[in-house]
């Protein structure tokens, strides 16, 4: 099987057909996760929103889905409170109540429900332990385990807190005196983690993944999928890849890898971009412990989420119509989040204050009606072509271990074969505690718990590097937690090829501290000779073999990605 695009949807088809049998390669034509799944809310979640919808069918699938995520990836895919806070008395919203009261039913299998009532009081105590002092930045988030004290997690009940248990979930609202609230749990990861995690347990089953390489065309015989014409993005070369089955999991591209004749324009999907706009402030300028749910006019609300140390702010979600490689977050969008943010928390944010913004499309898919693109389901559609191509879009990053399924539950019945899923049971990663790190002269004490939820037990990997050579114990950016050793192994184990891949994906400093990257100007990404980006690129250099020439052209690329993709604002 060749599968197209190392997206989540695509890492997910090539884990679930390894773990079935089949002989499996990923393309991707730049880097894994760099189109939408490096640019989501990183919400693993029901989707409290879509209730209003009523898609009862995806939001209950998404909230299994969240369930069993932070089951296979502890480490990486953890609770989080979200608060709905209330003011000067006024009781939650009833109708947000009811809109909760169904997400608890939905999220519990059938079976568990009764024993979840029962769990109730135990797990109070937990939870109030959990949220009580707010972390510092960086520090580690609970586990599942502590907020449960349950080895399988399931949510919580939602309740109504007081103004002060709201206030200990939501510093930042301290000048607005909340009174109430509606507490309730979704999850939260590293998109990019995720998909790099999945990738590797694919490898893990035997799937050899690759990425810049562009699937430039479909091979076909009589008709028939019979593999893709590549082209290596870094050397230019052109070949063929020979393969049973076609998957393409190209996301928002979906459409543009076709069969020479398509029988029915239905064959394929048409989809319909919207672009969702994200920025990042320093904990300190709008400190969260817990995630809320913030008004934003006519009706929409965003989320302001406690990540990675710092808070994210969005999203936005427009129609989009423009190039799809670099997706730029507009001026609007940016004041549109900082508008809402400001109204709600009574904070006067400006753009200067940002730490990084960044924007993404999300593939929808086109019914030919001209509902709003925030109106448009997320399920996700397989479709498959006369030539036998199967291509799998739309869906969330929360779904992809069912849209992986779909695929190959499609193909293993055209081939009459009997390979059952098994992606449910496989864990991701190895999930490992902090304690059990060991503690490497020079490595800042923070940087141990963001190893942990990044890596899990590979973190050890991360130190030993650290170990043997002390200049890679320094962390890229004075003050965070991501280590030069990082850059290091992603070179190594993780395909990085570019200053790009490492700060704007395998780390996320492209997004949470766009500024100490760019330095004293907004595009002098690399112009200072001992900055991050110059670190990053002398390791990088070291490991991949860089002639100073290189160095220099891969400090300009990325100094030009970074402008394309906007991620510093003024
Ligand atoms: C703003 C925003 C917020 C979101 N928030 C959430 C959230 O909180 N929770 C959630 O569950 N979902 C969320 N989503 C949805 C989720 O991010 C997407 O559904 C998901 O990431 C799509 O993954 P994908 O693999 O299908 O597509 P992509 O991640 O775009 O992957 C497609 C890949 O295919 C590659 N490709 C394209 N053409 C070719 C070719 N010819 N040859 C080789 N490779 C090719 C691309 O380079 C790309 O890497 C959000 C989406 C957006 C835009």
Redesign the pocket.
Known sequence: MVV?????????VALDAATRGYSVAL???????????????????G?LRYLQNFDLGLVRE?LLERQLMVKLAPHLVRPLPLVVPAFEGARPDRLVGVGLNLYDVMSVERGRRRARRGKRARTLGAERRATKAPPEPGAEAATAEEVTGEESWSPERHRVISGEEVLELLPALSDREPTSGYLFYDCQTD?VRL?LTVLGEAERFGAVCANR????GLLERDGRAQG?E?RDGESGATFDVRAANVVN??????D??RPQELHDEAELPRIRP?????VTLRHAELPLVGGAIVPAGSGRSI?ALPWLGHTLV????NDYEGPLDHIEPSDDDVHYLLDAVNEFFGSELTPGHLTGAF?????LISTGDPKKSVDIS?KAELYETSSGMIT?????????RR?AKMTVDRIVEREARDAPCRTHEIPLGQAISVQELPRVEGVPEESYAALASRYGHAAHDVLALAGARGELAQPIVDDLPDLLAEVALAARREQALSIGDVLMRRTRLGLLAARELSGPTADGFGSTADGPVARVADVLAGELGWDVARRQAEVEAFAREASAEGIVRS
Request: charge should be positive; charged fraction near 20%; aromatic fraction near 6%.
């Open positions: 197209v695009g190392g997206g989540i949807t695509g890492a997910g393309l991707e034509r730049t880097d894994y996760a760099a189109g939408t799944s490096s640019r989501s809310s990183k919400l693993v979640h989707g998404a998109d998909v390489l562009d699937v430039t893709v590549v999991a190209t996301g928002v591209w979906a543009e890898l919207s672009r969702g706009t994200h989320f969005g999203t936005t979600d924007a993404g499309v999300r593939p997320r799998i879009t739309g869906g969330k990053l929360t779904t992809w849209m």
